[in-house]
């Protein structure tokens, strides 16, 4: 009897050093695991602020750049998280199946982050627009600073910044102001109808004569171009580059005004007419 319980006191005590080995064994594996984790995610971070910095791959396209680095941090952490994982213990063969499957639940569940880097690698190829363009889409008008896997980040010309989802972006309708390196500058302008006709369209002309900014070989346009309920309106087209048209536009505005002043042409406003009849 004495011999049985000495033996089975035996066996006890070697599952316990047995035990004890291996959960030491494996509280050093995860020691080293969360190393190897914190390491590598700040090499991952320092590697990837390097690659942001101006000169690095100064032949690629902005927007190729921006989108290659976000795809390489991306892919750099999971890879770091299967190592991690596999210093831990976790059966290789396992890990593929598990990260396997999840792949397969997380892309069922995550449709339009999948669409996102579609629409990412579709707005890279056809290149509706680049980095540093400005754009108009979905209701945001910005200059675009970079186009990563799932967003492309614009910022307004209030500063504000604003992430839109890549596949909405690429299903949208997009104006680029920046493709073309002239834009026309379109304003109407009202008068009264008392206003002569050919001393206005001088004044306006005059105008564009002497702004530095308009292109004066392309074509420029000043006519009248409609009779309206209480003024005349007259229409004025000219050219300049991309880069200088709201400097154009402000200043025709602001000259036109003060020169109509100064001839005393009137710029009306709404205004109605009610006659009384006295019975």
Known sequence: MSDTISKELSNFE??????????SDFVVKVIIALIVMIIGFRIISVLENKLKKPHKFKALDPSVKTFLISFMTISLKVLLMIVVLSIVGVPMASLVTVVGSC?????????????????????????PFKVGDFISSNGFDGVVKSI????TTITTVDNKIIQLPNGNLSNSNIVNYSTNKTRRVDINVNVSYNSDIDKVKK????????HKLILHDEDKFVRLTKHDESSLVFTLRVWTNTSDYWTVYFDLLESI???????KIEIPYNQLDVHMIKE
């Not at 070697?14 to 959960?23: A, G």
């Not at 004044?203 to 002497?210: H, L, P, Q, T, V």
């Open 257 to 263: 005004k003060k020169e109509f002043d100064k001839n």
């Open 203 to 210: 004044i306006i002309n005059d105008i564009i004569d002497k």
């Open 103 to 127: 792949a397969v639940a997380i892309g069922l569940a995550l449709q339009g982050g999948l669409s996102n880097i579609a629409g990412g690698l579709m707005i890279l190829i056809f290149k």
């Open 148 to 151: 990563t896997m799932f967003y």
């Open 14 to 23: 070697e599952i316990i050093k047995d035990l004890s080995l291996k959960s």
